[in-house]
């Protein structure tokens, strides 16, 4: 809508017609002029007016018929009456019947363009208050609409929705959660997440979400259990237009086929490495038989090639006994005892056993303790976390150096560092070597036989006795694992 002001002058006498034109264009507004109450009807029909200065006397209609005719089609048109001194008390009255005001004649310019003025600025107050009251209407509708739409959207996922507020109460839901939580009873929002979620992680999860710092938006996956139920939830923080945390967002998606899968995936790879494991280990000792001579001298020939298939074998079982413990992990069976652990006797014995090695690649191992006390651990599982380590330390330093090992009781932590000058890790590749069958692809160390499961082992053990591991590298120069464990705390 433009701004310009539409101002229609209804007046027998040209002079006034025409005076009014003239000042008022001026002034700028546009103006469009009727000689009779006829002819300007006839414009208000076709042209949209916002303000008429009305002549009261006037052959064919009187101003006082213009005035109701035109408050009949148009009621909120302002009308400023035109009045000669005789007709004042007709201009009284037809303010009384709606008229915005009168101005006689004749006029004081001054007197003349203020009344205009006002006129015009209370036409235009109008059309934005009605303006702005269409769009509210609009928007309304809109929200209305928006909402209305969201609602759908969510009541027809096939994931499980719950939203939370500040106070951990639920106030949002679908009806596949309600499914996959198996809640019978309708919920009427909001209540206590308590007592509807019985997984403690995952209301600690929400909790420490309505905690973090703003803007700090980060999804967090875990895994939960609802009856015979494996769901997957993923929960985020639900944030306010300033980027406040005003609640939380958890999808729940129902796993358990892909569990089960998982699980004949694990059954059916323990199955068969079991069955490949005996024959293995019996054709093992048979060429081992043959190799030592028992059966009869062998010429270099064959020596050579009973030892190099004996070498592939060797990486076979290592293969298997990978995957084997993988599964015990995987089931929750691999720690089997805890017992006070004297780790220094522990590393001292893994490097015993692995100097050899180490000494024909021209590397030197070396060790240093510090207040080392016991930790409460699986003897078993700590010399397979050494002995993996160790055994990628001098794998993978192609070209001699030093590993050295280092332990230290720190506390209520006793930290092992087992740090090598080898090959390093690109830091991208950083997260990944703890991924099952992840191995680094090095020009230097493509020859290193390995299954890539060694450190996704040494990360469940390390894991399964509430303890951390963490990688430091330089391409180049080396790398360093760093292990903490509890230590045993004496009272
Ligand atoms: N000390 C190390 N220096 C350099 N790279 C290493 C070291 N330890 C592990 N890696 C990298 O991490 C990968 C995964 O190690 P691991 O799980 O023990 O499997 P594997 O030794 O059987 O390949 C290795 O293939 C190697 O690329
Ligand atoms: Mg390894």
Redesign the pocket.
């Known amino acids: 809508m433009s701004d310009l002001i539409r101002i229609l002058v209804v007046d027998d006498e040209r002079p006034i017609r025409e005076g009014c034109h003239r000042v008022l264009t001026a002034k700028d507004y546009h103006v469009c002029t009727a000689e009779n109450g006829q002819q300007a009807l006839e414009i208000l029909e076709k042209e949209s007016i916002d303000l008429i200065l009305l002549d009261l006397k006037m052959p064919v209609l009187s101003g006082e018929e213009v005035l109701q005719a035109v408050q009949e089609r148009h009621p909120d048109l302002p009308v400023i009456i035109i009045t000669g001194h005789g007709t004042v008390d007709t201009a009284v009255e037809c303010m009384k019947n709606g008229a915005y005001d009168f101005i006689t004649k004749p006029f004081q310019i001054d007197q003349f363009l203020a009344t205009v003025r006002r006129a015009s600025e209370k036409r235009k107050l109008e059309q934005q208050a009605r303006k702005y009251q269409e769009e509210n209407i609009r928007n309304l509708y809109d929200l209305h609409l928006e909402k209305s739409r969201l609602r759908t959207m969510i009541n027809c996922m096939a994931n499980g929705v719950m939203v939370t507020n500040r106070s951990m109460e639920v106030v949002l839901h679908n009806p596949v959660f309600m499914q996959l939580l198996d809640i019978k009873e309708e919920i009427e929002a909001p209540v206590a997440i308590s007592s509807i979620i019985s997984d403690q992680v995952l209301i600690e999860t929400l909790a420490s979400i309505l905690n973090q710092r703003e803007g700090k938006s980060e999804w967090v996956t875990q895994e939960i259990q609802a009856g015979a139920r494996a769901l997957r939830a993923i929960s985020a923080p639900a944030t306010g237009p300033q980027g406040d945390i005003m609640g939380t967002v958890t999808v729940l998606e129902d796993i358990t086929p892909f569990k089960q899968l998982d699980q004949m995936k694990t059954d059916f790879v323990n199955m068969v490495a079991h069955e490949l494991r005996s024959p293995l280990v019996s054709i093992r000792q048979l060429q081992s038989v043959i190799l030592e001579g028992l059966t009869g001298p062998l010429n270099e020939k064959q020596k050579d090639y009973i030892s190099r298939g004996m070498n592939k074998i060797d990486a076979l079982l290592d293969l298997i006994n990978d995957l084997l413990d993988i599964a015990k992990i995987e089931a929750g069976k691999y720690v089997q005892r805890r017992v006070p652990t004297d780790l220094a006797r522990l590393i001292q014995e893994a490097i015993t056993l692995l100097d050899p090695r180490a000494k024909k690649q021209g590397i030197t191992i070396t060790s240093e303790f510090h207040d080392l006390k016991p930790v409460q651990a699986d003897p078993k599982n700590m010399e397979e976390v050494l002995n993996?380590l160790l055994?990628?330390?001098i794998?993978?330093?192609p070209n001699g150096g030093t590993v050295a090992v280092r332990a230290a009781g720190l506390g209520e932590f006793m930290e092992i560092e087992i740090s090598?000058t080898?090959?390093?890790?690109p830091e991208e590749e950083l997260p990944k070597?703890?991924d099952k069958f992840?191995?680094?692809k090095?020009p230097e160390?493509r020859k290193?036989i390995?299954?890539?499961?060694?450190?996704?082992i040494v990360k469940s053990v390390i894991e399964a006795h509430n303890g951390t591991i963490e990688v430091e590298?330089t391409p180049g120069k080396?790398?360093t694992?760093r292990i903490r464990l509890p230590m045993i705390v004496e009272n």
């Open positions: 993996n055994t990628n330390a794998n993978y330093s090598d080898g090959v390093g890790i070597i703890f992840y191995r680094v090095h160390t290193v390995g299954t890539g499961l060694g450190l996704a590298s080396g790398s694992f």
